[in-house]
């Protein structure tokens, strides 16, 4: 890892509602932080980035809350505890339903908002559920079997990932195994664990272990986290902001998942947990309560961004290069496209991609076609009468412009379908799943 002391982040602490260990921060898309930690009984919440804050009790500690944006069930909080509660909040005025296990829960990782939810148990083992069926569950096997306490579940989509504190990274793809299968084995304990991207991901732990993938699991490499302290929590933004937390006031920052950078601090408390509240603003919560914010610096020639949204060109069938930071040029893995033109193909600024359509329709980086998208103005059929970009909102993150430019031609059927069209992907629409929010609209 390049790692630099010219700091992303301006950092200074907040009030705090509570003197005990705060091991668990969230927030929502209204700016809400959320706290808890295993000797709080209860949740704190501001609206006002630390300056106020509400308490709820829920007469249990919480070792660990997951915020579910548009799930089946609303927006709402899933919160655990290793004495086997288990708590689902539906906004915070809203109904509290505490579900009590006859085991512990130790991590919860919810997949497409709770259209499916998975639990690692202090018994060491992972249990599948759904909505309607939220206590019995379905074990999921792991091979093989897991010996040692389940630190952290993740998914990307479909995909899982779970780390223990023996070193072990397991994997899930319910589409290609029925098990959970060991995928890596460390000599320390991992902590947590984060994909961007069904391709990108970054493990960290004890003694400041941290790895990256760039291939979906199949190989990881070691990275220099410039620090032996333990680090405990990593999480990223879309838009290539990255966070880790660890001991003795550890905080890196990137903002392309490359490139990090050690933060100076005000205050030094082992650092439990870390979110973002938007763009511009991250949070890091831990011992003895302490809570800072960090507000993003302007950028100088110490803070250089290179916008990496171009990094993937897809076309033709089943095509495509890849740009890396080293300037070297690669083919990228398979695509869903039979297009001779009309392509186009968007990523994040840390380069992962996000979506990419022939005209016709439009596939996310699972190659899974988004929902209503069939239905675009262009396609193989006629992709040589118009053409098509991709772009980001200007204004909203979840949010993707596909345009399509029709042509004059000599063919009548087509007259219909002249002129500038748009239409709008939504990252979330239908509980996790990207759908259309606009469909070939005119564009005046």
Not at 6 to 20: F, G, H, L, M, R
Not at 142 to 154: E, G, H, L, N, Q
Not at 411 to 421: N, V
Request: aromatic share 14%.
């Amino acid at each position: 890892m390049q790692k630099t002391h010219a700091q992303w982040y301006e950092w200074s602490e907040v009030t705090s509602p509570t003197a005990s260990l705060i091991t668990a921060v969230e927030t929502s898309v209204e700016n809400r932080i959320y706290l808890s930690g295993i000797s709080i009984s209860g949740v704190y919440m501001s609206e006002d980035f630390g300056l106020t804050w509400g308490f709820n009790e829920t007469d249990v500690g919480l070792n660990e809350m997951q915020y579910i944006k548009t799930g089946v069930l609303g927006d709402h909080l899933v919160l655990n505890n290793t004495g086997g509660f288990a708590i689902t909040w539906d906004g915070w005025e809203g109904n509290i339903s505490t579900s009590f296990y006859p085991f512990g829960i130790y991590t919860t990782a919810c997949w497409l908002s709770n259209v499916k939810y998975y639990t690692a148990r202090t018994t060491r083992e992972i249990y599948r559920h759904f909505p309607d069926d939220p206590i019995a569950g379905t074990i999921i096997p792991s091979v093989p079997a897991i010996t040692s306490m389940i630190k952290k579940i993740f998914f990307f989509k479909e995909i899982g990932w779970l780390v223990t504190d023996d070193g072990e990274i397991y994997n899930y793809d319910e589409r290609k195994s029925p098990n959970w299968e060991l995928n890596y084995e460390s000599v320390d304990e991992l902590n947590d664990i984060y994909f961007t991207s069904a391709y990108s991901g970054y493990c960290i732990g004890n003694r400041g272990f941290l790895m990256k993938t760039t291939n979906g699991g199949r190989s990881w490499k070691l990275q220099d986290a410039g620090t032996e302290e333990n680090l405990y929590s990593i999480k990223f933004r879309r838009n290539g902001q990255g966070i880790i937390g660890g001991g003795a006031g550890s905080i890196f920052t990137t903002i392309n998942g490359s490139n990090w950078v050690e933060e100076s601090l005000p205050i030094s408390f082992s650092v439990y947990d870390v979110d973002f509240i938007n763009d511009t603003l991250a949070i890091a919560v831990g011992s003895g309560g302490k809570i800072i914010i960090g507000n993003r610096l302007g950028l100088d020639d110490n803070h250089k961004i290179y916008d990496k949204r171009g990094n993937n060109w897809l076309f033709g069938e089943h095509s495509g290069i890849e740009f890396f930071e080293n300037d070297s040029i690669g083919l990228f893995p398979f695509t869903e496209l039979e297009a001779f033109s009309g392509a186009s193909s968007l990523s994040d600024t840390s380069g992962e991609l996000r979506y990419y359509t022939d005209g016709n329709r439009a596939w996310d980086i699972m190659n899974e076609v988004v929902i209503e998208s069939e239905g675009l103005p262009g396609g193989t059929g006629c992709a040589s009468n118009f053409k098509t970009l991709m772009a980001d909102h200007p204004d909203i993150n979840e949010r993707v412009f596909i345009f399509h430019q029709g042509m004059a031609t000599p063919h009548s059927w087509l007259d219909s379908i002249k002129g500038t069209f748009y239409s709008i992907i939504h990252d979330y629409l239908h509980d996790g799943i990207p759908g259309m929010t606009a469909l070939n609209d005119t564009l005046n």
